[in-house]
């Protein structure tokens, strides 16, 4: 049973733009999908109304695996954006501890987690630093922690190192992996990037614009963890290629 069935999902703008058309798609409990495509391809489109934000003009968006005890999308949906969208007035800790306060759990307890999931991200030492005090790498990583606190089932995530260098990109890829690896959420990550795709997924779904739709759904079958050795290896390298190929056709000539 996938955790999110799409069907015939479609999403056209009042101005007329089919963003995206008639896409049919699993995504399974735990499993790390990528969303590969051109700009324009209307993968964020597709990734906000998997977050509920914002409903398809037709087609249909089922949970049949989602835990039903669960109220409100909150607790199983973690979005994180290609801005870190911070609370520049609060801190690291206070900006993780928002889903739990508005959640209304007691003060102690949020910060006891929000904490710990600092922590997890590599922040311990940073709670009481301010956004404008940590780099682009650490506002990321905060912000994936405040993601993250919730526990959710689902991690959404749009482009969220694009504006990173490469070497902060690659550690957090890394980072981020290893959370996948220890909370076990079903991971989809928007990218434009080829290498980054192959490196992060289970599975990329290749998108091409105009309309938006699918065209590919390419599993990745090296094995995890990924590291180094697997970002220089022949396998990384071929996948690439059979990836790149796809996202040339998507582009079109
Ligand atoms: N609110 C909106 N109103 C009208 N058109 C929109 C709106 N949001 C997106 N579009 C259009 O829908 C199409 C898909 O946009 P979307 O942002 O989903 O693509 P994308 O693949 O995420 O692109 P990028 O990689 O550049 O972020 C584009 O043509 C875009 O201009």
Redo the contacts with the bound molecule.
């Keep these: 049973m996938p955790l999110v069935a799409l069907r015939g999902v479609s999403?056209r703008?009042?101005?007329g733009?089919?963003?995206?058309r008639d896409v049919d798609l699993d995504l399974a409990a735990g499993e790390f999908v990528s969303?590969l495509?051109?700009?324009?391809?209307?993968?964020?489109?597709?990734?906000?109304m998997i977050a509920g934000l914002?409903a398809p003009s037709a087609g249909t968006i089922a949970w049949p695996g989602r835990d039903e005890k669960a109220t409100g999308p909150g607790r199983d949906l973690g979005f994180v954006f290609?801005d870190p969208t911070l609370m520049p007035w609060a801190n690291a800790l206070a900006n993780v501890m928002l889903p739990l306060t508005l959640q209304r759990l007691p003060r102690a307890e949020a910060e006891q987690r929000a904490a710990a999931m600092l922590a997890l991200v590599g922040l311990k030492g940073f709670e009481t630093s301010y956004p404008r005090e940590l780099s682009g790498g650490m506002k990321m990583r905060v912000s994936i922690a405040r993601a993250l606190v919730m526990r959710p089932r689902i991690l959404l995530m749009?482009?969220p190192f694009a504006a990173l260098d490469e070497i902060t990109r690659h550690r957090l890829n890394d980072d981020l992996l290893a959370l996948w690896a220890q909370e076990r959420f079903t991971a989809v990550f928007?990218t434009?990037s080829v290498f980054e795709s192959v490196y992060l997924s289970q599975r990329i779904v290749v998108?091409a614009?105009?309309p938006?739709r699918i065209i590919a759904d390419l599993p990745v079958a090296a094995a995890y963890p990924r590291d180094d050795l697997f970002r220089t290896s022949g396998e990384y390298a071929h996948l690439c290629r059979i990836a790149s190929g796809k996202l040339k056709e998507a582009i079109g000539p």
């Design positions: 999403k703008f009042g101005n733009t089919l963003a995206v969303l495509g051109p700009s324009g391809c209307g993968k964020s489109t597709l990734l906000r914002g290609q749009d482009e928007v434009h998108m614009a105009r938006g």
